[in-house]
């Protein structure tokens, strides 16, 4: 679905060639319209003309599959030659939207076809361009087709942009951009975007961020994070102005999302108490949300550990499990992205290497001060042992130069001995020689 970038003209299909009464009769013939052959013998005006034939254009969904392509590309290219096209283009998407009985298996991508050779014709920053995209994104979300959506998502943006639209329309946009990857499956994806169309309320204007529309989104988005599998961090979420207003609007989610932001499995158990019953009328699955709080519990439980070892009696207590299943859980906390770290089941410890701080307040720079003072504690005695063993060696490196110079100087000494007593003999001989 690349955006066209010619402007000053609106661009045609190329390959269809003869004036718009042939190409309309041709239409008629072919969509069997004997409503639209009448206005066209009797020199009715194009728009009367176009309109009868995409009133007509549903009967395309049963053309056999070979011919769908030509015929619907015939069926643009005339719509193209009102002078106001865009009083034609949604009904003649909605009319392609339709399922291809006679196509099961590729109908699906000829349709789409259609529909992004309708949004290339139009000029970048032609209007109409985004009520075909809303179109195209209605038909990806019953086809469950986010695949085919997720390369031009980039560009997004930018096509807003151009066409000028406001915030109700940006968040409509982005709602249904998080429906299609949601019907496929994709609901990291969705949530993402939903927290787009959030981000699109003026933070300024109370009347917007507690409005129904942004509090039905934002509880929305609460649910969503709260029981996916693979979102742990609420901190971006709790950000949203929106969010926030929660604590007025539903002050039970809002406690449970601070929960689940920054508190342990003991305060979960609490709030259950509290609130007995709640989770399973909101649709809520206790299990789910019980075993990712242990798990977040474990993370907690080593970002505040200093030492870096977390014994299994603390990992027993602070998940509630027995502690056979305490490697389990390390498993999962590891795989999960919280927790770097292995055990040793000889010494009974986790070691941690690493951990995501699930917030990180003035209680984290607390706790991390508390840690780096452990750290330099650590290193200054670990240096003091350098150092010390330093002074060792150079101590016994002197004791060892001095012990060789000791023994130099001995065997010099009795060297010099030595020869004098032979200087003596020979001295001693030669007196005799003369003697004699």
């Excluded at 041709?26 to 409503?35: G, P």
């Excluded at 030659?81 to 949604?90: A, I, N, R, T």
């Excluded at 975007?193 to 039905?216: G, H």
């Amino acid at each position: 679905m690349p955006a066209a970038t010619t402007e000053g003209y609106r661009p045609q299909l190329t390959f269809v060639d003869g004036s718009f009464e042939e190409l309309a009769g041709e239409m008629a013939d072919y969509l069997k319209s004997e409503e639209s052959k009448k206005l066209i013998a009797s020199g009715a005006s194009q728009d009367d003309i176009l309109a009868k034939l995409v009133a007509s254009a549903q009967t395309l969904t049963a053309v056999p599959e070979k011919e769908f392509t030509a015929a619907s590309n015939l069926m643009i290219h005339l719509v193209m030659q009102s002078p106001d096209p865009k009083k034609h283009l949604q009904k003649l998407c909605q009319a392609f939207a339709r399922p291809l009985p006679s196509s099961p298996q590729h109908g699906a991508g000829l349709t789409l076809n259609a529909l992004t050779t309708v949004f290339n014709l139009l000029s970048p920053e032609d209007p109409v361009r985004a009520n075909v995209f809303q179109e195209i994104l209605k038909f990806l979300k019953s086809n469950s087709m986010y695949d085919a959506l997720k390369p031009y998502l980039e560009r997004l943006p930018e096509w807003l942009e151009t066409w000028d639209k406001d915030e109700d329309f940006q968040r409509k946009v982005y709602e249904e951009v998080a429906e299609v990857a949601i019907e496929s499956g994709e609901e990291e994806e969705g949530y993402n975007f939903i927290l787009k169309a959030l981000r699109t309320f003026d933070e300024d204007e109370k009347s917007e961020v507690t409005s129904e529309d942004a509090q039905r989104l934002s509880l929305r988005a609460v649910k969503m994070a709260l029981l996916s599998n693979t979102h742990f961090l609420f901190q971006d979420l709790r950000a949203i102005p929106s969010v926030q207003a929660l604590s007025d609007s539903h002050p039970v989610y809002s406690q449970l999302l601070d929960t689940f932001a920054e508190q342990d499995l003991e305060d979960y158990d609490d709030f259950n108490d509290e609130h007995e019953g709640w989770v399973e009328k909101e649709k809520l699955d206790h299990d789910k949300l019980h075993r990712k709080m242990r798990l977040l519990t474990f993370a907690s439980l080593a970002a505040t550990t200093p030492s870096r070892e977390i014994d299994y009696a603390k990992i027993t207590k602070a998940l509630q499990i027995p502690e056979e299943d305490v490697e389990m859980w390390a498993i999962d906390v590891i795989r999960a992205g919280l927790v770097e770290g292995k055990l040793s089941q000889q010494r009974r410890l986790f070691l941690v290497h690493k951990v995501t701080y699930r917030v990180f307040g003035d209680k984290q720079y607390r706790e991390l001060a508390t840690r780096v003072d452990h750290w330099r504690a650590t290193l200054q005695n670990v240096l003091g042992v350098i150092q010390q063993e330093q002074v060792n060696a150079k101590a016994q490196k002197e004791r060892e130069v001095q012990e060789l110079e000791r023994k130099l100087n001995s065997v010099g000494m009795g060297g010099e001995r030595g020869g004098d007593r032979g200087a003596g003999r020979r001295q001693h001989r030669e007196r005799n020689d003369n003697d004699d």
